[in-house]
């Protein structure tokens, strides 16, 4: 499966985008589906991860302010992210697992990244 991360920007706190991994070449509903990502000099950082049966998984950070969400006719998997902070800075990347669980480790298919900035 081919991976493309699009929907970054530039947004204001508190604004909200929202970010699509599309995928090509093989149907997205029968992977699972994690975003992460990676700010400047840190670590690369799980964000939320969709399992085939469309459990998820948050971590506090963005717990509440994030939704991860399918889109099978589309064959594309959304990250709404609400009330963005500046330190949700960071190139985000979508990656897919052939494995059914809400976080996978490691996943196999990773797209391209896309930046969101965040101004205060």
């Known amino acids: 499966v081919q991976l493309q991360a699009s929907g970054g920007g530039l947004v204001q706190a508190g604004g909200s985008l929202t970010l699509s991994c599309a995928a090509s070449g093989r149907t997205l509903s029968t992977y699972s589906v994690a975003w992460f990502r990676q700010a400047p000099g840190k670590e690369r950082e799980f964000v939320v991860g969709i399992s085939r049966s469309n459990g998820t998984a948050y971590p506090d950070s963005v717990k509440g302010r994030f939704t991860i969400s399918r889109d099978n006719a589309k064959n594309t998997v959304y990250l709404q992210m609400n009330n963005l902070k500046p330190m949700d800075t960071a190139v985000y990347y979508c990656?897919?697992?052939?494995?059914?669980?809400?976080?996978?480790?490691?996943?196999?298919?990773w797209g391209r990244g896309t930046q969101v900035t965040v101004s205060s």
């Open positions: 990656a897919a697992s052939e494995k059914d669980a809400t976080v996978v480790f490691p996943y196999d298919y």
